[in-house]
DNA sequence: TAGTGGTCTAGACCACTGA
DNA sequence: CAGTGGTCTAGACCACTAG
């Protein structure tokens, strides 16, 4: 990586900056390398470290670099593919699908929550709470919302206790037959539980994936998941190996 | 919206203030309303300007509000339902999509795009490059690859002009038979082309829809798609067809 | 031209990690 | 403990929009 100086065109230094680095990435870093810390890139760049910050965080943003406090920053891995959209006619805990519940309650849901699962307004929803680890690491954190009325059969006596109880209502949930699902993909940022749980800051940003699962003509479950947007490429459909990470630019004439 | 002074907890300020000014927002602002300029509201809760930014910043990501150079900052309505995985097996052009073919190069393809067509390294490839308008407002903007191969029988003397041209090439890909499609999501920042195309900034988050149309046993086709992550959230599935009709018409007359 | 958000600087201190 | 990234400040100037 050279001392190379910035030229005075009228593109904001950090992003001619983020260009010089994406290239000094590609070309003499390998994954996992730890770059030389913030202060003295900035120096190598004659820059102030607020602006190379500004150019760390849209590689971050990018998947390319992984930052942590006390640490340093490195070079991250591609992305890893994370299914979402291939059991598109299973409910959610069939069979091997990488998700672990955590715990469940038993509340009154959120308004929010509520409108989107019609319920009526006072009605108790379960709240099961479900981790997804790839590779080692965790990806997703998810609340899971079922209304009691879309498990009549469990009992309290059934599982009192949180994950044992959350496998207990997602074991009854499977005796609803299922309709087919919808899925929603936005941006958001960590709320303070979900950054715990996967391992980052709050703020940093997520990709928000909510299904509802249908059944009997209504809104048997709904999902909020909160997938890592730094490390994650969420794929629909049958295979999640293709490798393009941004679109090259050309212009016609 | 109060003056309310920080508490000294160890929460980060800027998260605080990002969870007093979304408060604010939910009960005291209505969409399409302007705040106050970034002076006086970092006055107002005494802090540094670069401290309010960077809460603003967060609320932007999340899509609660718009900011606009020399404008202002104002609050944004809720974020669109743009359907993406809906014609599972059309191919791209077909029917009204809102989809508007802007022109079309032919030309070897990029290293990373070769390789996700797994065609031959120096086979050229058709670029077609389209926009996606939704209420009027720019929402996306795609690069699609075509091999040459995927659509033998065009001859140069079609349409040799730009948006004919692409709509020539489109209309011959309908000759093949689809056999599926599959898709991936991923979070990036938007390069100078598709930032104008989408009326950003250079940098400005996306989302990346990348995908592969599958024929004949191979990858017919390849799109790569970025959305303006603050306006759109991508639905997948049946019923994506819902219209989130918050009339943008809310302003004084 | 006045006012807005966008960029940039040169400091300071804090929270966290690992030896 | 020394070194890292994370937060914060108080300025300055620039690019853009609209009246």
């Known amino acids: 990586m050279g001392t190379t100086q910035l030229e005075s065109v009228s593109e904001p230094k950090y992003w001619h900056l983020r260009t010089v680095l994406t290239e000094a990435l590609e070309s003499e870093f390998t994954v996992g390398e730890i770059l030389p810390n913030e202060r003295d890139l900035a120096a190598r760049f004659g820059v102030a470290r607020a602006t190379l910050r500004q150019a760390l965080e849209q590689l971050e943003l990018e998947g390319r670099l992984q930052r942590r406090r006390g640490v340093g920053t490195t070079v991250a891995p591609p992305r890893m593919g994370v299914a979402v959209g291939t059991e598109q006619h299973a409910w959610p805990g069939t069979g091997e699908d990488a998700w672990q519940a955590v715990d469940c309650t038993l509340a009154e849901a959120p308004a929010a929550v509520a409108e989107a699962l019609e319920t ?38 059934d599982a009192p206790h ?37 391992d980052r800051l709050p703020g940093a940003p997520v990709l928000v994936v909510t299904t509802r699962f249908l059944a009997a003509g209504r809104t048997a479950a709904l999902s909020v998941a909160t997938y890592r947007a730094d490390t994650c490429r969420l794929t629909f459909g049958d295979s999640g190996n293709v490798e393009i990470h941004q679109a090259p630019e050309q212009r016609a004439s």
Chains 1, 2 share one sequence.
Do not use: C, F, W
């Open 162 to 198: 949180g994950a044992a109880r959350a496998r207990a209502v997602l074991r009854e949930l499977q005796r609803l037959e299922l309709e087919g699902n919808e899925s929603a993909v936005e941006l958001g940022s960590a709320h303070a539980d979900d950054a715990k749980e996967l």
């Open 120 to 157: 009526e307004r006072a009605e108790p929803v379960h709240t099961v709470r479900r981790t997804r680890m790839t590779h080692g690491q965790p990806v997703a954190a998810e609340l899971l919302y079922i209304p009691q009325s879309s498990v009549p059969e469990l009992t309290a006596i």
